[in-house]
């Protein structure tokens, strides 16, 4: 079956670490640009770090750079995103998603649509507490 499926989320206090993992099955994730998204009330889900898949060049929204860092491990065809530093305001539910487009991480996370991606995994909550 082909699918990502997103792991490691859970309640953690304010200035706490998660990672969360997003794993492949079915295809090659090494091939595919890969974000995460958390949702917006009223609005499409919004990306908040990419990686390309063609050079893995990175990109973060203003709001997490320097506290997330997305990487990934081919040989386990997952990406990660390390979040530290957690804020109350991080609390969301998380998705991954992934696309063979070869856009830049910027484009990925900002201008793809979410029907442009080929897969999105079921996501996983978050909860900071403070």
């Known amino acids: 079956e082909v699918q990502l499926v997103e792991s490691g989320g859970g309640l953690v206090q304010a200035g706490g670490s998660l990672r969360l993992s997003c794993a492949a099955s079915?295809?090659?994730?090494?091939?595919?640009?890969v974000g995460w998204f958390r949702q917006v009330p009223g609005r499409d889900r919004e990306g908040i770090t990419c990686?390309?898949?063609?050079?893995?060049?990175?990109w973060y929204k203003d709001s997490v750079k320097g506290r997330f860092t997305i990487s990934r491990d081919n040989a386990k065809n997952t990406v990660y995103l390390q979040m530290n530093s957690l804020k109350p305001e991080d609390t969301n539910v998380y998705f991954c998603?992934?696309?063979?487009?070869?856009?830049?991480?910027?484009?990925?996370?900002?201008?793809?649509?979410?029907?442009?991606?080929?897969?999105w995994g079921q996501g996983t909550p978050v909860a900071v507490s403070s």
């Open positions: 990686i390309s898949g063609n050079d893995n060049s990175t």
């Open positions: 998603a992934a696309t063979r487009t070869g856009w830049g991480p910027i484009r990925l996370c900002v201008y793809l649509r979410e029907d442009e991606y080929d897969y």
């Open positions: 079915g295809f090659s994730l090494a091939d595919y640009g």
